[in-house]
């Protein structure tokens, strides 16, 4: 894998910082369509709080990439750890998967669900309201795509108080993301969210390249033009949408770096992170989510 040399800007997370063994249900009571019980019937957050002396009262629900198969942790916890160092809570979902027996819309249900659960309890952790966004990679990155183009309201006469809050990110950060279920998608992914033989009008309504409106909140883009498992036209058309809907993006291509780069490098060793860190620092800084 390339080397990316890095300035030392970015301090390494204390060596007592290990993520939580295990996440809250979001819905505690059994999530909609549930099969059972089991832990792959059971979405769930974990929550990755920032330094109190350095937070800056935003949080981002971040969705692991695997094809919506699996669930990779280096796109998990790894990414909520470096999002706190930039004062930023981080909330790791376990959403629901193709080899458990779910398809679409259990994932978009479950990443909703996660939105607004840490909008509706944003002052138990000290957060902002308007300051949560959404983050994925790979087929997580489709899930993310799906969470800012297919968001509700709520529902002001929900017995459930979660389900009266927004479900609209205020953000969204897309690393090398699945984004189509045309010509240019991930066939494994595709498979998993939606089953062997897809209604047409069901593989449209999950391109989100295809869904996008002026309603879809800024977002942060990065892949890689070597990218053999997810090709970088996912990216392009994505970001070539928000273009046409007068949706502000930042879209960074670069020529190396393999599918699932993830931080880019050695864990923990902010001279080998991939440059994606620092451009997403820089943008978050410009959507005051970090200092």
């Known amino acids: 894998m390339t080397s990316f040399a890095q300035p030392k800007a970015v301090p390494k997370p204390a060596a007592s910082a290990q ?8 819905w505690p009571d059994g999530a909609p369509g549930a099969l059972g019980t089991a832990d792959k019937d059971v979405p769930t957050l974990t929550a990755y709080l920032a330094p109190s002396g350095k937070a800056t009262g935003a949080a981002i629900v971040i969705c692991p990439g695997g094809g919506y198969g699996g669930l990779a942790p280096h796109e998990g916890y790894q990414y909520a750890l470096f999002l706190n160092e930039l004062g930023i809570t981080g909330f790791v979902l376990k959403y629901r998967l193709g080899p458990g027996g779910y398809h679409h819309p259990a994932m978009m249900n479950d990443v909703n669900r996660a939105i607004r659960y840490v909008r509706a309890n944003a002052a138990k952790w000290k957060l902002d309201a308007n300051k949560i966004g959404v983050m994925g990679s790979s087929a997580g990155g489709h899930l993310a795509s799906t969470a800012i183009t297919h968001f509700g309201a709520g529902d002001a006469n929900a017995a459930d108080p979660i389900e009266k809050v927004s479900s609209r990110p205020d953000l969204g950060i897309l690393c090398y993301p699945v984004i189509s279920m045309g010509e240019f998608t991930h066939s494994g ?14 593989v449209e309504l999950m391109s989100n390249e295809k869904q996008v409106t002026k309603d879809t909140p800024p977002t942060f883009i990065f892949h890689t033009f070597e990218d053999k498992g997810v090709k970088v036209e996912n990216a392009l058309m994505f970001a070539d949408a928000l273009r ?48």
């Open 244 to 291: 046409k809907n007068g949706v502000p993006f930042s879209l960074h291509i670069y020529p190396n770096g393999p599918h699932g780069i993830g931080l880019g490098g050695a864990q923990w060793d902010p001279d080998h992170r991939h440059p994606w860190t620092t451009q997403l620092a820089v943008w978050l800084k410009e959507q005051n989510f970090a200092k």
């Open 19 to 26: 993520p939580p063994r295990e996440g809250f249900a979001l």
């Open 189 to 202: 992914s595709k498979k998993n969210l939606l089953g062997e033989n897809p209604d047409p009008k069901l």
